[in-house]
Every structure is written in C-alpha cells, then in structure tokens.
C-alpha cells in the first residue's frame, strides 16, 4: 500500500508543482490589474512597460501565464510558469533596490535577495516539472492553485498591514519640524528617475532642502535604511539631526520633502 501510494504521489507531483505555481502569479497578476496607475509605485519609468500602462501589461501577462499553467495538456503547463518565474527572476535582479509592486500597492520590503531567490527557486521548480511532466490532471492543479493563492494573498496582506501598523506609529510620534531631507537614490533605479522629474518641479527653496547621495544598491544604504530600497529618505532638523523615521518610495519621500518647513534654516551634514 505504502508503495502504490508513493507511486501515486510521484505521478501527482508535477501536476501538484504547476498548480502550486500559477497561485502566485494569479495574484500577482490580479493586483496589478485592479489597482490604479496612481496608486502604484511602478519601478519602470521607460518602454513598453513603463507606468501608466505597464503594470496592466505585466499583470495580464501573469494572469495568462497562470491560465495556461492550470489548463494546458503536458509539459506546455510547466513551460508557462517556467517562462514566467525566469522572467521575474531576471527583472528583480534589475530593479534591485526598487520599492516592491508585485502586489499592487501592498507595502511591501523593496527588492532584494528574497525575490530574486523566490523567483529563481519557483523557475527551478517549474523546470523540474517540465523535465517529470504534467498529466494534465486539472483538478488536482484547480486545488492545488486555489490553497497556493490563499497562502499568498495571507501572506502578503499580513506583510502590508504589518508595514501600515508601523507607518501609522512612526507618523503619531514623529512631532518633529523637517528642515532638510537626505535623499538616497542609485543610477539603475527606474523610480529614482522618476522622482528626480518631479524634483524638478518643485520650488528652488524646497529643492535646496534636499541633499542626494547615491548608492550602488540596498547593501550600500545606512543601518537605518537598511532593508527600505531606493528611493529613500530620511528627515533632518535646523542641526542637520535625524528626525522621525525614515520613508520609501516615489509618494513617501515626496511628501516628507512637502513637509519641510522652509522658513526653517537649512543645515547641511556631509555624508
């Protein structure tokens, strides 16, 4: 008995594997599909896949690539996801440091080793089970897919009422007057750029406020930043002494520059 049910489980386990990996990509998917362009902190500022339109492109495209995982016959069922999470993989490296939009506007830490490691860890997965190959078992991959889409959607509301719970904190105690903002940004992030055009927007005074420092990536941010990505900030009072805690993101370190009390002196700090 215990053999034929091992037997029965290996046969099961591509099929188990395909399903278990078109959850996260349904959504994945669906959040970018329902969240507003205005709302999403998109990480693509050029081509085809540029905000506004290019998260709508990219969540339609995992909304497919799960599709085909969960019906298509053979190993074209493992080829998706297998396509899917290599591409993931090879983005994530790219935008390292970026603030996360995976999941719409879920407040996620920003890109890292952990998606890049996900993402790889999801395209082996998948290629082991193009190699096995599906049987087009399809309620075995409607089960599985649905379990592994709960897990997901707990997982990541769970991370962003986390990360809500500790911005409504730092924001109640923070009591401080923002005199200055040091900024910190990298060549290669797609929403550094982004926030360097609507600098240029903002009044000389507020733009002097603004100190920039540029780094190579997360590993080069101070202790204090750590784990936050790029773009990040962090407030400075008339002494050039850290105030409140520090932000992320297009819309967090736009408005902690708005915040800055120009009528304050500004004090600068060599970094």
Known sequence: MRVTLGRTLRHLLPDLAVGALAGPLAVSGIAKSVTPAEELDWPVDSGPLAAPDG???VGAAE????????????????????????????????????????FGA??????GRTHIGANAA?????SAALTAGPQRRLLVRAGTAALSS??????VRALD???????????RT??????SVRLYVSDDCPACRSLKHLLRFMEPARRDAVSTTVVGGEDELPQEMAGLGVPCALGLDARGEPVCAPVAGIGGVKALIDSVTLSAPVVRRAV
Do not use: N
């Open 174 to 179: 923070c009591q401080e007057r923002v005199s």
């Open 106 to 111: 879920a407040r996620l830490a920003a890109i």
């Open 63 to 102: 909304l497919a690539a799960a599709a085909v995982t969960l019906v298509a016959p053979g190993r074209l069922a493992a080829l998706a996801p297998t396509c899917a999470y290599t591409a993931l993989t090879v983005a994530a490296h790219r935008m390292k440091g970026a603030k996360c939009a995976c």
């Open 161 to 171: 009422r986390r990360a809500e719970r500790s911005g409504e904190a730092a924001a």
């Open 55 to 57: 998260a709508k492109l």
């Open 150 to 155: 709960a897990v997901t959607y707990g997982v």
């Open 122 to 126: 999801a395209s082996l997965v998948a």
